[in-house]
């Protein structure tokens, strides 16, 4: 039996479509399925089906600030691992290759450890007996501890932290299609570095910010461990707001319906900002 040309590439991707199927699809499948069930705590899950679940959730204003601050979470991560990045990945892209072997390790090196190891470690740093609040009260900068636990900000912190690798590799990736003689024709032509950098390393970088921003929004907003443990109880997300309700209150159907609704959310936010930005740099992406 001879397989056609046009056969061939499904033939080989067979096997990774098969797990991508086993592994994302069905459980995405049977968790948007969920959803629709009804709950009671008497009787437990109710194999009916009805929208009760998605208008408990979109009628409820607490859910509203959940999915609110998620997303302003997620959003100024994103900002600051952009502005961090960026510039990082530019002097990655300018050294030698010696030198930028030995940084790429620096870079990667947080992404080799646990993420639950990372955030415990910001634990000990932000608490109120913490490292930098023992240092500030030791050089006599506060007499009483600065809340860092249990806020937005230090959710903020350590999520940069976790993320901004992603936004410098995307944007490394990006630059190593630049033609460095365009940086030197419009420096032999007057421009200065300021100028150089936003007329023509910026736009050609574009892409990388782009496909950085939209790894570092998803992850972040969909993001558990680390508002688990920083956030606590008083600083709740999504990604909490549904492990709770599958385990403490058992409430499945609830917690499989906010957890759709985050999805489509970001997938939502993720196609219209790659829009924005395709259509202001359309020259860069063609």
Not at 103 to 131: D, Y
Not at 135 to 152: A, E, Q, V
């Amino acid at each position: 039996m001879t397989v056609s040309g046009k056969a061939t590439p499904w033939f080989l991707s067979a096997p990774a479509l098969t797990l991508f199927a086993a592994l994302l699809v069905t459980p995405l499948a049977m968790t948007f399925l969920l959803s629709f069930n009804s709950f009671s705590f008497y009787g437990g899950i109710e194999n009916t089906f009805g929208l009760e679940n998605y208008i408990e959730v979109l009628s409820d204003t607490y859910f509203y600030e959940i999915f609110g601050r998620t997303f302003l979470i997620a959003f100024i991560t994103t900002a600051i691992c952009a502005v961090l990045g960026l510039p990082e990945a530019y002097i990655l892209f300018r050294m030698k290759p010696a030198w930028r072997s030995f940084m790429l390790l620096i870079v990667l090196g947080p992404l080799l450890i646990s993420v639950v190891v990372r955030t415990l470690g910001w634990a000990i740093l932000l608490g109120n007996k913490g490292v930098i609040n023992e240092f500030l009260r030791d050089i006599g900068l506060i007499t009483s501890p600065i809340r860092m636990m249990y806020t937005s900000t230090g959710i903020v912190v350590a999520l940069v932290h976790v993320m901004i690798p992603f936004m410098i590799l995307a944007v490394w990736a990006a630059l190593q299609r630049q033609d460095p003689a365009t940086e030197r024709a419009a420096e032999s032509l007057g421009a200065g570095p300021f100028t150089i950098f936003m007329r023509i390393v910026l736009p050609q970088a574009m892409p990388g910010v782009l496909s950085g921003s939209l790894i570092v929004f998803s992850l972040s907003a969909s993001a558990f461990a680390t508002p688990a443990v920083l956030g606590g109880r008083r600083v709740k997300m999504v990604s909490t707001t549904v492990y709770d309700e599958f385990l403490n209150t058992l409430n499945w159907p609830l917690g499989a319906a906010i957890a759709i609704l985050l999805l489509v959310s970001v997938l939502t936010i993720m196609i219209a900002w790659n829009k924005l930005v395709e259509r202001r740099y359309s020259g860069v992406f063609e």
